[in-house]
């Protein structure tokens, strides 16, 4: 609980330093395809084999909200995505909350370059059909970067890639019986493309 309050502060602080530069508010619509890896427990190893759990979770679509300040220097945004995977008979949701900031770099009256931080949480929920189902809500920071293109004066589009390391963890068991072990995320990948409005 104290490193979310450390986490929550920080992005107050970031928020507020940054909305005496700002001078819009933007909001966007992602879709994407996240990939995922993770990591089983000993136990788990044991009753599972050596069964591909990084596939749970890969290439599977992904779709997400923002909300945010920009300007043209940069941005900081709340984003909010989800995505779901299935592979071999267990099934993992992934549930992001992420503050975000973005510096931009133009390569033209149209078209900029961005890069950035994000840090915030990811829920991680085990619902495997006959397992019982189980949820847990670990840390998320990672970086991201791509090009943002100007379509009209208030509206872009962006195509953008996000890398995120994370520590969320679900047990693995069958209902009414003990667990058989837990699956552990510790990275996600995500390309996207997202289409932002400016007012």
């Known amino acids: 609980m104290k490193s979310l309050n450390t986490l929550l502060a920080a992005l107050t602080v970031l928020g507020a330093s940054m909305s005496v530069q700002a001078d819009d508010t933007f909001a966007g619509l992602t879709y994407g395809q996240t990939s995922d890896k993770v990591r089983k427990s000993s136990g ?26 920009i300007n043209d220097d940069g941005r900081y945004y709340a984003t909010y995505d989800n995505v779901s995977g299935t592979h071999n008979g267990l099934k993992l949701r992934q549930e992001n909350l992420l503050g975000s900031y973005d510096l931009f770099y133009p390569l033209g009256s149209s078209t900029k370059l961005f890069g950035g931080a994000s840090a915030g949480l990811t829920k ?76």
Not at 47 to 57: E, F
């Open 124 to 199: 991680l929920t085990q619902d495997s059909p006959g397992a019982s189902r189980d949820s847990d809500i670990g840390y998320a920071v990672g970086l991201q970067g791509g090009v943002l293109q100007q379509v009209s004066d208030n509206a872009s589009v962006e195509l953008g890639y996000r890398y995120l390391r994370s520590n969320a963890s679900t047990d693995l068991g069958e209902r009414g019986e003990s667990k058989q072990g837990a699956l552990r995320l510790t990275s996600s990948a995500q390309t996207y493309l997202s289409a932002n409005y400016r007012f």
């Open 44 to 69: 788990l190893e044991q009753n599972l084999g050596n069964q591909n759990t990084d596939g749970i979770i890969g290439k599977d679509d992904t779709w997400g909200v923002r909300l945010g300040r």
